[in-house]
């Protein structure tokens, strides 16, 4: 699944995509990252991270860091990619 990043968004947004890919273990990349404001930027790097130490803990659920802190089912062949256009 590939987003277009945009200066509008938000980490609630990420949230959302990235619990869709934790779920179902699917790919996702994430163009234009860096059009992302950083203030939001510093929240997605930690739903990076955790998804990151799920991987490497082998899970089979993780507390998912949104506004409602949700359990959810970890499938280990989630990925994400991040592309970045300078200019």
Do not use: H
Request: proline residues 5%; charged residues 15%.
């Amino acid at each position: 699944m590939v987003t277009n990043c945009t200066p509008q968004q938000c980490y609630d947004d990420a949230a959302g995509i990235f619990k869709g890919l934790v779920i179902a273990g699917i790919w996702g990349c994430f163009d234009e990252f860096n059009r992302i404001k950083l203030e939001v930027l510093s929240v997605i790097a930690t739903q990076v991270q955790m998804i990151k130490a799920a991987k490497i803990a082998q899970v089979a659920e993780m507390v998912f860091p949104d506004r409602q802190m949700s359990l959810i089912k970890f499938n280990p062949t989630v990925g994400y990619f991040i592309t970045m256009n300078p200019g």
